[in-house]
């Protein structure tokens, strides 16, 4: 494995965990491509990448962009792998020099770098497009690490020995408010601006992604969901649905999606879920 930091491809030294079973479900049945895209809301996973893409801009046309995002956040990431191994991709040079965590997370920051400037690029053919609030969160795994990134309101849950935490902060105008105490927490999701993002891809301005990691053991459930799921759903309800034996590995993220749809929820939704069944390996 070459470690060489002046020779290209870069490998980063890192091992992969035995197996991390992936479970994935969306609105509406899953693709073979392991993919879906409906009205606005998508999910996307491929070897070491999650990608979950939502719009908070509801039109006719509704749903390309999150489409759009998704395609171009795949693309990027695939440049990333190279013979089953992670690699820094030459073409972004340079690289971060502080280790393959921070690596990983150069990865995310100049994937949504790339995807925000194709999201600006497109939204300049057509006014269609010109109210597009696009949501993502990409999910990075290598070794027992999952590195992640994102921007807009879909959100993390990381499930451990029963306990349900959420490891994202909505980038919305309540948000900034339940900050400030201006805002109490039973308030928040009734709230009505959470309904306004005051980060996301596609506006005015470049963001950089809010990153964080987890260090993932054997038993862990992870969820990436979008609004159209978590709003309709109770945190139990959610650990319920992730850690009930009576549901099947394979059926987790639909079994929440079905859930959700059973509350009357019109909202587009898409989820990912992953059960970790064992790890090995340090990054």
Known sequence: ???????WPFFLPTEHADE???VIAGDGETSQKHEQTQDGAGYRYDSGYILVANEAYRSPHSGFTSYLTLQRASELLDLTRSGGRRIWPEIWRPRPENGPEEMLRGMLQRTFERVHETVIKFRAYSENYAGTETSLLGAIIEGNTLVFGYLG?????????????????????AMGGLASGEIEPEDY????NRETLV???GG?????????????RAGDRVLICTKGLY???NEEDLRHGLESPQIPAEERARHLVRLAKGTGSQNTMAAVTLEITAVSGKV
């Open 1 to 7: 494995m070459n470690h060489d930091p002046s020779s």
């Open 20 to 22: 991390i079973h992936i």
């Open 153 to 173: 309101d879909i959100r993390l849950y990381h499930l451990r020995e029963h306990q349900l935490r959420c490891l994202t902060q909505d980038h919305s105008l």
């Open 189 to 192: 999701e009734c709230h009505p």
């Open 199 to 201: 980060k996301y891809l």
């Open 204 to 216: 005015n301005e470049r963001y950089r992604p809010t990153q964080g990691q987890i260090r993932l």
């Open 231 to 233: 709003s309709a759903l």
